[in-house]
T-cell receptor, first 113, second 115 residues
């Protein structure tokens, strides 16, 4: 079945550590996105990528980094520079940049201890 | 900058009754999405509305779009417990002929259906 797989589902991190969240899709979509969701909030865009080896900052990119070396993969690194990283992280993909439907992964919940 | 507002933010519904929730946005757009999110889960696509006057229905939910008023409504018919969830609308903002379009989400409306 086609879809988006995020891992890990739950992750605990100590302050000062970098962590990487995985996002893999087998939908053959060109565009991929990372969103952050905080309790009672909508989704805020961290980074997006329209094509391999290219990505753009979203609204809250500070403290995060991404790569897009393969079409199907778009990992997100939460660095120690991110002041408040505890959140629910959602990866999504679409055929083109915000064209058609966005398909979301199951999410990764990051907690900083 | 596009702003997307949803109201109310929380709605307690009685089983069997009808309700309407709203999504307002501040600038021109040609696409609006409705998503559902269950607690702790991901987002599930409900509707994609692409033109003025578009109406889509799925089960007890019906969504419509008025691009002139910059308003989308989600109507719930005879609410049932299974509809308890948070509903997000998201709007595509056309920044410069689509070259730099951007999707902005509202904060979501949490619906709770009581017996």
């Amino acid at each position: 079945d086609g879809g988006i797989t995020q891992s890990p589902k739950y992750l605990f991190r100590k302050e000062g550590q970098n962590v990487t969240l995985s996002c893999e899709q087998n939908l053959n979509h060109d565009a991929m996105y990372w969103y952050r969701q905080d309790p009672g909030q909508g989704l805020r865009l961290i980074y997006y990528s329209q094509i391999v080896n290219d990505f753009q900052k979203g609204d809250i990119a500070e403290g995060y980094s991404v790569s897009r070396e393969k079409k199907e993969s778009f990992p997100l690194t939460v660095t120690s520079a991110q002041k408040n990283p505890t959140a629910f992280y959602l990866c999504a993909s679409s055929t083109g940049r915000w064209s058609g439907e966005l398909f979301f992964g199951e999410g990764s919940r990051l907690t900083v201890l | 900058e596009l702003k997307v507002e949803q109201n109310p933010l929380f709605l307690s519904m009685q089983e069997g009754k009808n309700y309407t929730i709203y999504c307002n946005y501040s600038t021109t757009s040609d696409r609006l999405y409705w998503y559902r999110q269950d607690p702790g889960k991901s987002l599930e696509s409900l509707f994609v509305l692409l033109s003025n006057g578009a109406v889509k229905q799925e089960g007890r939910l019906m969504a419509s779009l008025d691009t002139k008023a910059r308003l989308s409504t989600l109507h719930i018919t005879a609410a049932v417990h299974d509809l308890s969830a948070t509903y997000f609308c998201a709007v595509v903002e056309v920044v410069d002929a689509g070259a730099n379009s951007k999707l902005t989400f509202g904060k979501g409306i949490t619906l709770s259906v009581r017996p």
